[in-house]
């Protein structure tokens, strides 16, 4: 079942990667180019799901997965981290901060498709 | 000063004063530069892009320079600030130039990727027959290039010819 996922990167050539792997897949994806705009976008775009960076020029990955997680209409919405941080220290702090996931990039499309049905799978459950 | 040297595959990224050198033949060093914070970093990437069980990640451009900018960040610098160093994409091998081959096709790569994700270029060396070795100052942002002959130039194929490791894509954790 198609879904709307919010995705944050600051690099304009991952999020068109992303976009190309969810779109396969029928989801409409809506990009923001860090997580102040994903933040904004948010409120208009009601994601079932968000894909954020961390490393990112306006608000990191991490404040965003926070920020979200106080707004209650993103309480339980899945929230997976994908960056190229692949060390357990951060990987702790993304659970705490309230991710859902963690994956590293770079991603494979097919296994992104895969993670991204088993999450909203979980959600809908 | 700390010296550190990158082969295909590597990235390093200092916000202390450092000198990362690397040997190119068709790969593509980018040299990345805050002169904000004085943080820099190099990579050095074999091909565009691959796919599963094609080797390290940052064997591939898009990851090599997404991993460079995100080490940057990681150390205090601003992606909005960044400013580019372009080497390599020399053809180096004993087959015909084509506008098709990997020096090219590196070349193309990484002047679009830095035109779209807004990095501003500031000096470019590509392209030609000779390798070339890099080095970068992390903190003033300086490159030295010089081109090599034929010793060089052996040590060079020895290298990109080296096989694949077997590492290809990130790991999936869910909380």
């Given at each position: 079942?198609?879904?709307?996922?919010?995705?944050?990167?600051?690099?304009?050539?991952?999020?068109?990667?992303?976009?190309?792997?969810?779109?396969?897949?029928?989801?409409?994806?809506?990009?923001?180019?860090?997580?102040?705009?994903?933040?904004?976008?948010?409120?208009?775009?009601?994601?079932?799901?968000?894909?954020?960076?961390?490393?990112?020029?306006?608000?990191?990955?991490?404040?965003?997965?926070?920020?979200?997680?106080?707004?209650?209409?993103?309480?339980?919405?899945?929230?997976?981290?994908?960056?190229?941080?692949?060390?357990?220290?951060?990987?702790?702090?993304?659970?705490?901060?309230?991710?859902?996931?963690?994956?590293?990039?770079?991603?494979?499309?097919?296994?992104?498709?895969?993670?991204?049905?088993?999450?909203?799978?979980?959600?809908?459950? | 000063?700390?010296e550190v040297t990158i082969?295909?595959?590597?990235?390093?990224?200092?916000?202390?004063?450092?000198?990362?050198k690397t040997?190119?033949?068709?790969?593509?060093?980018?040299?990345?530069?805050?002169?904000?914070?004085?943080?820099?970093?190099?990579?050095?990437?074999?091909?565009?892009?691959?796919?599963?069980?094609?080797?390290?990640?940052?064997?591939?451009?898009?990851?090599?320079?997404?991993?460079?900018?995100?080490?940057?960040?990681?150390?205090?610098?601003?992606?909005?600030?960044?400013?580019?160093?372009?080497?390599?994409?020399?053809?180096?091998?004993?087959?015909?130039?084509?506008?098709?081959?990997?020096?090219?096709?590196?070349?193309?790569?990484?002047?679009?990727?830095?035109?779209?994700?807004?990095?501003?270029?500031?000096?470019?060396?590509?392209?030609?027959?000779?390798?070339?070795?890099?080095?970068?100052?992390?903190?003033?942002?300086?490159?030295?290039?010089?081109?090599?002959?034929?010793?060089?130039?052996?040590?060079?194929?020895?290298?990109?010819?080296?096989?694949?490791?077997?590492?290809?894509?990130?790991?999936?954790?869910?909380?």
């Amino acid at each position: 079942m198609p879904s709307t996922i919010l995705i944050a990167d600051d690099s304009s050539t991952l999020r068109r990667m992303v976009r190309t792997a969810l779109e396969a897949a029928h989801h409409k994806v809506v990009e923001a180019p860090d997580g102040r705009a994903a933040l904004d976008k948010s409120a208009s775009v009601a994601a079932d799901l968000v894909i954020t960076d961390v490393n990112m020029p306006e608000m990191d990955g991490l404040t965003l997965v926070r920020e979200l997680r106080a707004v209650p209409a993103y309480r339980f919405t899945p929230i997976l981290v994908l960056t190229t941080e692949d060390g357990e220290e951060m990987k702790q702090r993304g659970r705490e901060a309230g991710a859902t996931g963690w994956l590293v990039k770079p991603f494979d499309a097919e296994r992104l498709r895969q993670t991204v049905a088993f999450v909203l799978g979980r959600k809908r459950a | 000063m700390k010296e550190v040297t990158i082969y295909i595959g590597g990235v390093h990224a200092s916000s202390e004063p450092a000198l990362v050198k690397t040997l190119l033949g068709s790969c593509i060093a980018v040299c990345l530069h805050d002169p904000g914070k004085r943080i820099g970093g190099m990579n050095h990437f074999m091909l565009p892009a691959g796919a599963a069980g094609d080797g390290e990640r940052t064997r591939f451009g898009v990851h090599a320079m997404d991993c460079l900018i995100g080490a940057i960040q990681k150390l205090g610098g601003d992606r909005r600030r960044l400013v580019a160093k372009v080497f390599g994409g020399a053809h180096v091998l004993a087959i015909r130039e084509s506008s098709a081959g990997v020096p090219q096709q590196n070349i193309e790569f990484i002047r679009d990727f830095l035109r779209e994700e807004g990095l501003r270029v500031i000096s470019e060396d590509v392209g030609g027959y000779h390798p070339r070795h890099v080095h970068f100052q992390t903190s003033s942002g300086r490159a030295f290039v010089k081109r090599v002959g034929t010793r060089e130039h052996v040590r060079v194929l020895t290298e990109q010819a080296r096989p694949a490791t077997t590492v290809s894509y990130g790991d999936v954790v869910l909380f």
